[in-house]
Every structure is written in structure tokens, then in C-alpha cells.
């Protein structure tokens, strides 16, 4: 089945500088990969997702890039500030025998910007 | 707005007890999923199921089973509580279902005694 790996797992920052978080998979199902971000004590939010014939995707401060080919695809976030602090979770998609898909998460990366 | 809601913010249960937790979403979504968060390891998937009558196992399927008799309500049981299933329970759907989970609910955390 599916295998995610998300890297890091805890990674603070400097606001104003750029956070990037990694995941790799192993299905080679071709769907959307998606990034979530979770507050705490809050529902996971859907912030971004890439299609997989697209290798990069921008939405103002978030860009999340694809490569198919090395079976990875990574969440950026530019010119952080303190309100990005959260838990971001990837997640990648695995082709079901009644052709639909099920998605399995990575295990969460862990964000600190630093005022 | 979309909004999945789920019955319980909080749960406390006996060791043994069938378990019944319900979500409901009102957007004729056609996707529901159930996860379990636990520290470390992420969400795993439970069950999910693309349209009425229909489900499909996740990862852990074991110890829990599904109903989804009405398009906007997915419900997960646990037939027989277990000390091992205490955890944050996340219920989530998406418009189309072939598409990634797009709304999740607040989650129930749950306790077994």
C-alpha cells in the first residue's frame, strides 16, 4: 500500500523566512496531493493541493511543487509570520480496487515561526 | 459554507460498550471519510465511503465498521470498545469522489475506561 514520509518533523523558524516541509510517497496513483494545516485544538484545514500533471502550484505566500518522477512534493511557505504556526500534514493519494481513491497522511510537521 | 459536524466534541465509555459516533455533512458531498488521529502518527484512515450504501475499508479497519444509510450522514462504530482505540476521532467529506478529504469536522475525542 501507500507509504508517506513527511520531513521534518519539527522545524522552527525565523519570521520572515521561508519554511519547506517534504513528502515522499510510494503509490504511483495520479491524483491531487494536498497540504493541511492544523491549529491547535483545531479541524485540519485544506490549503493547497497540486494536481499530478502539474509540477508547481502558487497561492500568494504557499507554493507546493511536484516531482513525479522522484515521487516527492514539498510544501513552501515564504516570508513567514507568526499565524503560520501550526501543524502541516501532506497526503497522497492510493488507487482502490473500485476506482476511486483512498488518501493516506504523512505524520505531520510541526511549525514554529519565531517573532 | 460547508459544514461537517460531528455529535460529540467529547466521549468517555466503558471498556466493552458498542460505540456510536455520527457525522453529518450539508453539502450533498459525495465522499465521507473517518480518521483517527493519534500523536506521531498522523491521520489514518479508518473507513471512508463514496456514495450511499457504499464503503470501503481504509488502513485500520479493525474494531470498527460503517453505516452510511443517508448521503450526508456517515457513522463509525466500534463494536466492542477497546482501551487501544482512546483517541481524536476526524470525520471529513469531499464534493466528488475521487477528490482529497476537503472539510473535516471538530473531531471527537474519545475515551475508553
Known amino acids: 500500500g501507500e507509504n508517506v514520509e513527511q520531513h521534518p518533523s519539527t522545524l522552527s523558524v525565523q519570521e520572515g523566512d521561508s519554511a519547506v516541509i517534504k513528502c515522499t510517497y510510494s503509490?504511483?496513483?495520479?491524483?491531487?496531493f494536498p497540504w493541511y494545516k492544523q491549529e491547535l485544538g483545531k479541524r485540519p484545514q485544506l490549503i493547497i493541493d497540486i494536481r499530478s500533471n502539474v509540477g508547481e502550484k502558487k497561492d500568494q505566500r504557499i507554493a507546493v511543487t511536484l516531482n513525479k518522477t522522484a515521487k516527492h512534493f514539498s510544501l513552501h511557505i515564504t516570508e513567514t509570520q507568526p499565524e503560520d504556526s501550526a501543524v502541516y500534514f501532506c497526503?497522497?493519494?492510493?488507487?482502490?480496487?473500485?476506482?476511486?481513491?483512498?488518501?493516506?497522511f504523512g505524520t505531520g510537521t510541526r511549525l514554529k515561526v519565531l517573532a | 459554507d460547508v459544514k461537517v459536524t460531528q455529535s460529540s466534541r467529547y466521549l468517555v465509555k466503558r471498556t466493552g460498550e458498542k460505540v456510536f459516533l455520527e457525522c453529518v455533512q450539508d453539502?450533498?458531498?459525495?465522499?465521507m471519510f473517518w480518521y483517527r488521529q493519534d500523536p506521531g502518527l498522523g491521520l489514518r484512515l479508518i473507513y471512508f465511503s463514496y456514495d450511499v450504501k457504499m464503503k470501503e475499508k481504509g488502513d485500520i479497519p479493525e474494531g470498527y465498521s460503517v453505516s452510511r444509510e443517508k448521503k450526508e450522514r456517515f457513522s463509525l462504530i466500534l463494536e466492542s470498545a477497546s482501551t487501544n482505540q482512546t483517541s481524536m476521532y476526524l470525520c471529513?467529506?469531499?464534493?466528488?469522489?475521487?477528490?482529497?478529504?476537503?472539510?473535516f469536522g471538530d473531531g471527537t475525542r474519545l475515551s475508553i475506561l
Open positions: 471529513a467529506s469531499s464534493f466528488l469522489k475521487w477528490v482529497q478529504p476537503q472539510h
Open positions: 497526503a497522497a493519494p492510493q488507487a482502490t480496487t473500485s476506482g476511486t481513491y483512498k488518501y493516506i
Open positions: 503509490d504511483s496513483a495520479s491524483n491531487y
Open positions: 453539502m450533498d458531498h459525495e465522499n
